[in-house]
Structures are given as structure tokens and as C-alpha cells.
């Protein structure tokens, strides 16, 4: 992670200037607090890889001396296909057409999403892929 942490210190090195530099120059209130934001958002990201960067082991991503086969073994959990977050994404523009078209919309939507969401919180409990 100390590559990420990297990307992130750079980041925030550039931001830091550019904001007075931007309300400077401008004058824009809006753009500056984004731009103050967008800084302490890359400072604070940066503090937490860097942190545990520290804390882990490491990766061969990060160890120069590294061979490809130093990264082979079990990646992690990968999910089958799954037809829930299709329905949540119905659901939410369910909600948000609701909010335009009808307030009893937003309630049928909230009612989907919530089936749909427990569908797509449990589905490792029941059905082929249960655990």
C-alpha cells in the first residue's frame, strides 16, 4: 500500500497550493472550499494507507526484489452473477422518478427496495449459493 499512499501525498501536495491560489486568483468562495476539501480528503486518505502500509506485511507490489509468482495464490472472494443489484438500481430510480412524478411512486420504491435489498444482503444464505 505504499504506492497508494504515495499517489495520495502527491495528490495532496498539489492541492494544498492550488486552493489559495485559486481564491486568489478567482475569488470564488465555492471553488475554494472544494479545492480546501479535496485536500484534506487526499491528506486524509494518505495518513490511512500510510498508516498501515506500516502495519502489514509486504506486497509484492511493493517489494522491488518481487517475482510474478510471489503474488500467485488465492486472490479473495469473488461473487457469482447476481440479478440483485439490478433491482436495487430499479428501485432507486423508482425513487427518484417519484420524487418528480408522485410522492406514492417514492413509497412503492422504497417498499421494492427494501425486499430488494435484503434479497441482495442474504442471497449467500439461500438459494445455489448459499454458505
Known sequence: MKAEAWIFI??????????????????????????????LLTLLVSLYLGFHARQMQPRPEDRLDAEIA?????LGFFPPYSWWPLWCGVTLGMIVLGVVIGWWLVV????????????L???????????
Open 121 to 131: 444482503i442474504f442471497e449467500y444464505y439461500r438459494g445455489n449459493h448459499a454458505h
Open 10 to 39: 502527491i495528490c495532496t501536495v498539489f492541492f494544498v497550493p492550488i486552493a489559495p491560489a485559486y481564491w486568489f486568483i478567482t475569488g470564488d468562495p465555492t471553488g475554494t472550499s472544494a479545492l480546501v476539501m479535496t485536500s
Open 108 to 119: 412503492m420504491g422504497v417498499v421494492f427496495g427494501v425486499a430488494a435489498l435484503q434479497g
Open 70 to 74: 510471489d503474488g500467485a495464490g488465492e
